[in-house]
């Protein structure tokens, strides 16, 4: 699918993998409208790819709503939708002080997976309002899922519950969506340079990409940005999760 004149939200754009996914799209001619907290620098990004910012929680889903209504009705469509917001918590199932606490879990499936899906459905709505291209092509989602949804690691339970929930999630919106000329698919990162990361110590980050096959490094944010335009722009990828992990499989620990 084209990207010149069409229409893309970022949702976590404000940062780390979907700005760069969202300075790609603008970069070929593509409309961008920057998703994040409010807290977020979100405006300041918006401003510079000369796109609209919409401050909103992902897990606020009335909110989310809201947002996405105003963002393409001020864009007049919605082609693109790219979305990272999401992120875990560390704990066992079992642990010293006692089982997992089961919000802990919730919040991390209502975090990664639940809003993913709300924002999915609702975008979707959107895109079969617009006219199909010569390939019958009304717009193409990502939800971004973590290498974690196949090969968590120890503390990652939650997470990994919820980035699976991804995969899965994402062949099944692909089937339901096809009729309409929609496409959905999933990128599952290993560890990369974001905001998320920011706060690991070089030590922590050699020794978690030490058992990639190459590069043995964390991923940047533009790796993403080109696996996300590449799904966009070629009709057949649907349904799929694409693994961006260099070859890493992660260790228990
Ligand atoms: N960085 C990694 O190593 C890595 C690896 C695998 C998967 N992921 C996934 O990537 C996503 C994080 O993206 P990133 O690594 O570019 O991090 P990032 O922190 O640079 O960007 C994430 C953006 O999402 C926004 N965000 C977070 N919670 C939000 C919420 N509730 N509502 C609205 N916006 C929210 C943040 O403000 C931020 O701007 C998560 O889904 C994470 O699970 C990251």
Do not use: W
Request: charged share 20%; glycine share 12%.
């Amino acid at each position: 699918m084209q990207i010149k004149n069409h229409n893309g939200l970022f949702v976590g754009g404000a940062s780390g993998m979907a700005l760069a996914t969202a300075e790609l799209f603008q970069e070929k001619g593509g409309k961008v409208a920057i998703l994040d907290l409010p807290t977020s620098n979100g405006e300041a990004v918006a401003k510079r790819l000369g796109g609209t910012f919409y401050p909103c929680n992902v897990m606020d889903y009335a909110a989310t709503e809201s947002a996405i209504d105003a963002a393409v009705g001020a864009l007049g469509s919605v082609h693109f939708c790219c979305n990272t917001a999401g992120g875990g918590v560390a704990k066992r199932t079992v642990a010293k002080d006692g089982p997992h606490p089961l919000e802990d879990f919730q919040r991390v499936i209502d975090l990664n997976l639940i809003s993913s899906f709300n924002i999915s459905r609702l975008v979707a709505a959107k895109m079969i309002e617009n006219e199909p291209n010569e390939d019958g092509e009304r717009g193409c989602i990502i939800n971004t899922a973590s290498i974690a949804a196949f090969e968590g690691q120890i503390g990652q339970v939650a997470y990994s519950a919820a980035k699976a929930g991804i995969v899965g999630m994402t062949f099944v919106m692909a089937r339901d969506l096809g009729s309409m000329g929609v496409r959905a698919n999933a990128i599952a990162p290993s560890l990369f340079e974001t905001g998320l990361t920011a706060g690991i110590p070089d030590e922590a980050a050699l020794a978690l990409t030490k058992d990639a096959a190459f590069p043995k490094r964390m991923g940047r944010p533009i790796h993403y940005a080109l696996q996300a335009i590449s799904m966009y722009e070629n009709a057949m990828m649907n349904g799929g999760t694409v693994r961006v992990d260099a070859g890493q499989r992660f260790a228990p620990r």
